[in-house]
């Protein structure tokens, strides 16, 4: 008997669309993710941009006349010393000759602020170029061809500073597009001009670092009008500061972007650190202000260097980007993470035979409010672009704290005013110490006053309680209470009086860490052994832990204790109470072991304040104090002893 031929049935049908379906989702799936993969390789443009674009005309290889990349021109001026790559015509490293590599050390071989970390990305680099309607829309993003970062440049050096102590180097590249038909002529054809002004001039008395102006010149010989607009790169990584064997100066290094832009009457900033660089989203790394974007810096503990936009509504936004050197790198400033600046210039219109410039500035120098403000002067920027406000003495969290700042810059400028009139930021620590103790005196004097009274009045205290002892609700621990505070008040003492000077210091202490650790000034100021108050005093190296012997920690938590067994202490019977006492009287120990590596000047600080708390103190008690060693009436019982009032000025 024949078999009847099979027939398919609905679920067989389903089955087999189903697996088609499969089928073309996972090859749809994979074409993706290799373009993606490309995508990611492609380093002048983002994966989602690089989506977003519909047609790319690919650039003709690079002419034979292009010319043969000769070695970089180093430019040493008396303050900036800049290398300039013909490839890319970009930036690759920028130092200050006059200041030192290590503070510690004064060893004079100059300090790197820039460099090549990431291969590719250097200062000025122009890693993408779009060219949009009426004709096609371009990207010069160096996936299919080179883009304008890896081509040679032609260049002009004038050779020499000038009599009026400028020097200038232009680089320029002639674009051509053709044809998706070979056969025909070049659609396009533009020409870019970088020009890079470097003025030897310092930016005023006593002022270190300086400027690099570059402008860019744009072209438009296609014939016709179109729309272009670019990528520039800014700092692409600042430079720790310190030696390459050591340059986190003991633990307190720091890279930090600030970006600025102008909305409306405001000043819009956006801080980052390298790990934020790394993990936001472009919202979270950019400063995108109507109409204005001014600037992008990255600093590292004392110095800045930052892209400018001297024209403020060229740029459209400025974003902060992670930036990756080589891990195993012998020199470690290279293998910590980074951050690179990237502004994002506007679309702008050029007509045929129409030219576009465009004006930026690198400043390189300390990061400064002075050094600042007179970068503003020499950049001759169009208004106020507040740079100064990239500084702050400290943050937490990611956060700024305005009037721990503002402290800390109306206390740095008395200090500059004490090292003008000491001649030394030392003694200016020393000055300003006294300032502001003798400012907290008034305080001090009634806390010791008030201590006293309580040890005088600890045995009636001690009787009040000893009346209740047997009390377990509420309201008679209330009348206790209600007793004892009675009697101190009657006689004058206040028992957190001691608390008070302490809470009032925490902003000064906070301002001055914030000054040890950031302002320039202190970067290599030396005071008797000290050779620089901004790191730990290093008397001398150890075999074992902690590696160095710092004097000032040890000093500072001798004097303190001494200060703190000269303090009056009111004695009570309370375990409680009594250990909180001996752990105020260890406390200098453990304030030592936690200053051992901060910065000299700030431990300096502590010891004169300690140091003038022991004279305080000794004055106090001799002059203000009557009769404070005089016995206290013992208690014996309910109704025996009398109360011995403190007798004080």
Not at 576 to 592: G, T
């Amino acid at each position: 008997m024949a078999s009847e031929p099979k027939k398919f049935d609905f679920v067989t049908v389903v089955g087999i669309a189903f697996a088609a379906m499969l089928m073309f989702y996972g090859m749809t799936m994979r074409g993706k993710q290799q373009q993606a993969q490309q995508q990611q390789q492609q380093p002048g443009i983002p994966p989602a941009q690089a989506q977003a674009e519909k047609v790319v005309t690919p650039l003709e290889p690079a002419p034979a006349s292009e010319p043969q990349a000769a070695p970089n021109v180093v430019v040493t001026g008396n303050y900036v010393e800049v290398s300039f790559d013909q490839t890319g015509a970009a930036i690759e490293s920028a130092r200050l000759p006059g200041v030192d590599q290590d503070a510690y050390k004064k060893d004079k071989k100059g300090l790197d602020l820039l460099a090549e970390i990431e291969a590719g990305k250097r200062t000025f680099g122009i890693p993408s170029f779009e060219i949009g309607p009426p004709n096609k829309h371009l990207i010069f993003d160096g996936a299919q061809r080179r883009s304008l970062d890896q081509r040679v440049w032609n260049k002009t050096d004038s050779g020499s500073f000038d009599a009026n102590g400028i020097r200038t180097i232009t680089y320029d590249l002639t674009i051509t597009v053709p044809d998706t038909d070979p056969k025909k002529p070049p659609l396009e054809n533009f020409t870019v001009t970088k020009t890079f002004t470097i003025n030897n001039n310092p930016l005023g008395a006593n002022l270190l670092g300086g400027n690099v102006k570059c402008d860019i010149k744009i072209v438009n010989k296609s014939g016709h009008d179109v729309e272009c607009s670019y990528r520039i790169y800014g700092p692409q990584g600042i430079l720790l500061d310190g030696p390459p064997d050591d340059p986190k100066n003991g633990g307190r290094a720091m890279v930090q972007a600030e970006l600025a832009g102008h909305s409306g009457t405001d000043l819009e900033l956006v801080q980052l650190y390298a790990a934020a660089a790394k993990a936001e989203s472009e919202d979270g790394r950019k400063v995108s202000c109507t109409p204005d974007n001014l600037w992008g810096a990255l600093k590292n503990r004392f110095f800045m260097t930052s892209l400018v936009s001297l024209d403020p509504k060229q740029l459209q936004k400025i974003v902060a980007t992670h930036v990756q050197g080589p891990l195993q790198s012998l020199d470690k400033r290279f293998s910590e993470e980074n951050i690179g600046i990237i502004g994002y210039r506007s679309v702008f219109t050029l007509g045929d035979g129409a030219v576009r410039n465009d004006p930026y500035a690198l400043y390189l120098g300390p990061a400064d409010d002075i050094h600042l403000d007179a970068a503003e002067v020499a950049m001759q920027t169009p208004e106020p672009y507040s740079m100064r406000s990239a500084i702050q003495f400290y943050d937490m969290g990611g956060w700024r704290w305005p009037r721990v700042d503002w402290l800390a810059r109306q206390m740095m400028s008395l200090f500059r005013f004490l090292h003008k009139f000491f001649g030394s930021f030392g003694w200016a620590v020393v000055g300003m110490t006294i300032i502001i103790k003798m400012c907290l005196h008034p305080l001090q004097r009634k806390m010791m006053i008030s201590m006293s009274k309580m040890q005088k009045l600890q045995p009636e205290l001690n009787k009040i309680k000893e009346k209740y002892k047997n009390a377990d609700d509420f309201e008679t621990k209330r009348k206790m209470t209600l007793e004892q505070q009675d009697l101190m008040r009657k006689h004058g003492a206040n028992p957190v009086a001691g608390c008070l000077p302490m809470f009032i210091q925490i902003p000064v202490f906070t301002a001055l860490y914030g000054i040890f650790n950031r302002a320039f000034d202190m970067r290599g100021a030396a005071f008797l052994w000290i050779h620089d108050l901004s790191q730990s005093d290093r008397l001398s190296s150890l075999p074992f832990w902690p590696g160095q012997l710092n004097l000032l920690p040890v000093l500072y938590a001798i004097l303190s204790f001494i200060q703190t067994r000269m303090t009056p202490q009111a004695k009570t019977d309370d375990p409680q109470q009594e250990m909180n006492r001996k752990m105020m009287a260890y406390m200098p120990v453990m304030f030592s072991l936690m200053f051992y590596s901060m910065p000299a000047g700030l431990v300096l600080y502590f010891a004169v304040s300690a140091c003038w708390g022991m004279t305080e103190s000794w004055y106090i008690k001799k002059f203000l104090i009557k009769d404070i060693g005089a016995p206290t009436a013992p208690v014996t019982g309910a109704g025996k002893g009398k109360p011995v009032a403190a007798t004080a000025k």
